[in-house]
């Protein structure tokens, strides 16, 4: 009997951990698939969490970066610098990076081992960022300094790769990797029960619009809430994740409890892995705003996690119009608003009720899912790179 191909080792590093940043298991999945061990070298997650992303896939946390001094910070960089030295001596056939910061301990081996660099954070600098957050912005531009020394490149959206080369000088276009998920074509789940837990038992016959993520000002959480409020429709239910106790939390609050029927809103903090897979997996329409009014780069070059698992799990998007954007509605899986104000995502959001209120949707979201918007299609150009290395 043939013996089973010897899978070859790949390192994956991130700052900010694959439950807050999904497509890093989107990838992990995807090489895993290619005959690769894949170990992921990350910090804790926001929030404990038990979710497997399956066999062949290891996550190493490090300890809370986050809400910690600067001391213990650096103390916890330190340590992360340390053992990406030592699971180099593992000899895996690459490092694939997705932050700047882990971007700068995989290319301390670049000379040893190739280093991909497909980033999920926009490292900009100027000199207003370096009075207020100097150590970030000096890592953003160490990293920029240091692209040509990456084996591959990619970002998650044409503009972003296009505004690299240019930030960087670089003589090649990076790759583009649209930030998405993993497809499973025969995934079973049991999230129903995981579901009915979460929210209450008058939500679970009801179509649910939802809203995963941060909560803040440039994410329009707030014209979300005034929207649904406008929309005023009984058989539908608005579920936001990601709550803080912060001003701007707080008047979010206020705004749903001012709500005709307040028990219609269901404001929840961050949530585990696995739960957010069970809303994902039982709503209908997923709100996925930005504004862009800001000048900042940030704002004008967005390539939202949420889209590829809203579309994953078969919800229709509402979001804001937006050179991004707009290739979703031409797919037919998203409708989106003219601008930020609550009224306009309001008649957004009621011709997504409507769509949604029977399953005649879902096959055109599944075919766009498994032709383009999967990270098996997206990821070809770094599955080829890999192919490449002895």
């Known amino acids: 009997m043939m013996e089973a191909k010897q899978r070859k080792k790949l390192l994956l590093l991130t700052l900010v951990h694959p439950d807050f940043l999904p497509p890093v298991y989107a990838i992990a999945q995807t090489l895993r698939d290619f005959n690769y061990d894949v170990h992921i ?3 804790d997650s926001l929030v404990p969490s038990d979710f497997n992303p399956g066999a062949h896939i290891s996550v190493e946390p490090l300890g809370q970066h986050h809400k910690v001094g600067t001391l213990e910070r650096f103390k916890l960089k330190g340590k992360f610098s340390g053992r990406v030295k030592q699971l180099v001596n593992d000899a895996p056939q690459a490092i694939i990076a ?3 910061f882990s971007y700068l301990q995989a290319i301390k081996h670049h000379g040893e081992i190739p ?10 600098y100027s000199f207003e960022g370096f009075k207020r957050s100097p150590f970030t912005q000096l890592g953003n531009y160490r990293a920029i300094k240091q692209l040509h020394k990456a084996a591959f490149l990619a970002n998650p959206s044409v503009q972003r790769s296009a505004w690299m080369a240019g930030r960087a000088n670089l003589q090649n276009m990076p790759f583009t990797i649209l930030n998405t998920s993993y497809y499973e074509p025969k995934h079973e789940s049991n999230s129903v029960e995981t579901f009915r837990n979460l929210l209450p038992l008058d939500y679970h016959d009801k179509q649910i619009i939802l809203y995963t993520g941060n909560v803040n000002y440039m994410l329009c959480v707030k014209e979300l809430v005034q929207a649904f ?7 539908t239910r608005l579920v936001v994740t990601g709550m803080k106790d912060n001003d701007y939390c707080n008047e979010i609050r206020q705004i749903a409890a001012s709500h005709r029927c307040p028990e219609h809103i269901k404001l929840l903090p961050y949530v585990t892995r696995n739960e957010l897979i069970a809303l994902q997996e039982n709503s209908h329409v997923g709100a996925c705003l930005f504004r862009e009014e800001s000048k900042t780069i940030n704002a ?3 390539a939202p996690n949420k889209l590829g698992e809203y579309l994953n799990k078969g919800l229709f998007v509402v979001g804001v119009r937006s050179e991004f954007m707009m290739q979703f509605e031409h ?3 998203a409708y989106l608003a003219a601008g930020t104000q609550p009224v306009d995502i309001t008649e957004e959001l009621k011709r997504a009720v409507a769509t949604t209120s029977n399953n005649s949707f879902k096959a055109r979201i599944s075919s766009f899912i498994q032709n383009e918007f999967c990270m098996q299609q997206q990821a070809k150009p770094l599955i080829h790179f890999l192919s490449t290395l002895k």
């Open 331 to 333: 797919a037919g899986v």
């Open 98 to 100: 997705f932050c700047p």
């Open 229 to 235: 409020v406008l929309l005023d429709n009984a058989n």
């Open 300 to 302: 004008k070059m967005i």
């Open 41 to 43: 070298l990350t910090f």
């Open 115 to 124: 280093v991909c660099y497909v980033a999920m954070e926009i490292a900009n």
